[in-house]
């Protein structure tokens, strides 16, 4: 799947993964062999970061487990912090931006979340996948009234919907309404997410390579969402998981596994410190070593 007109890097000094649907499973759970991948990046020398859109306070358990030493982005890059949750750098949406996105989610009917730099609020406590995020990000929401005091320093505003036509149609209607003035992505596809401009994986993917000193040719990544194909476009590999979309695989240089069945571990084993460089489907989806032919 490694695009014509782009070869993969073969030096890899960094990776830099996505988290939910790629580093964690369905169930928001790091298994052994994920640990043991990271240990294993580790002993080759080869720094490991994370780009979530989970706030950086809801990065906590991950960055302890893995035991993550070097910049992490939260917010879909619009916060970057040190380890122990230290701000680099931030860029927060603006208050009108931030106001107008609350308007705009609210008149399609959709369940409004907000965050700031510590906290998540919401309106209505009994919501579409409150519990799940409450799992996911390791505390609850704040439940408000009003957005209108939060606005001056919100990060990240939320439509969360299970309806699939609501949460398209508010796609679109965000994508023209504030296109130019902020960032809206799907980070899954009940969740779609409005920060700053300049709060793009892409961005934070520069941004924690220069504070890592290694060239973005050097850093491999990893993801399975449309928002992780901004850093597939600056890096030196690119790598999908297998519960990506078709558009997202067709994005990346090379696909494994699900996250259910530990397609990070195995994108580590055979794309980076393997130094695979093709890639059998068929082979990926069965588990097995796709440099292994069958017979």
């Known amino acids: 799947m490694v695009a014509a007109s782009r070869v993969p890097t073969t030096t890899v000094s960094a990776v830099i993964s ?26 080759r020398g080869i720094a490991f970061s994370i780009i979530s ?25 619009g916060m970057l912090t040190t380890p122990d949750l230290r701000v680099l750098a931030q860029h927060p949406l603006r208050p009108e ?12 009917g959709v369940d409004v979340w907000a965050f700031d730099a510590q906290d998540w609020f919401i309106r209505n406590p009994l919501g579409t996948h409150v519990d799940l995020e409450k799992h996911t990000v390791g505390f609850s929401p704040r439940v408000i009234d009003d957005f209108e005091p939060l606005l001056g320093a919100t990060f990240k505003i939320v439509g969360v ?14 994508s023209k309404t504030l296109g130019g003035i902020a ?3 799907r980070s899954q596809p009940y969740y779609l997410d409005i920060t700053d401009p300049s709060a793009t994986k892409g961005d934070a993917f520069s941004e924690i390579s220069r504070l890592l000193g290694f060239p973005e040719s050097e850093i491999a990544v990893i993801g399975d969402g449309c928002n992780d194909i901004a850093m597939f476009e600056r890096s ?33 084993a ?15 989806r069965s588990g097995s070593d796709p440099s292994v032919k069958a017979g």
């Open 18 to 43: 996505d988290v939910d649907g790629t580093l964690v499973t369905s169930d928001k759970t790091l298994t052994l062999e994920t640990v043991a991948a990271v240990t294993a990046l580790r002993t």
């Open 53 to 77: 859109s989970r706030p950086p306070r809801g990065l906590t358990m991950l960055i302890n487990g893995l035991g993550i030493t070097a910049p992490i982005a939260g917010f879909n890059g």
């Open 97 to 108: 931006v931030a106001r107008r996105a609350v308007e705009l989610i609210g008149a399609h």
């Open 161 to 174: 919907s299970n309806d699939p036509a609501a949460m398209a149609e508010l796609e679109q209607d965000a």
């Open 183 to 185: 960032t809206v992505t």
């Open 236 to 268: 030196g590999l690119s790598i999908a998981m297998g519960n990506g979309s078709q558009d997202v695989q067709r994005a990346a240089d090379f696909v494994t596994d699900s996250n259910s069945r530990d397609g990070f571990a195995k994108a580590i």
């Open 270 to 284: 055979w794309f980076i410190l393997g130094g695979r460089r093709s890639n059998n489907d068929e082979l990926v």
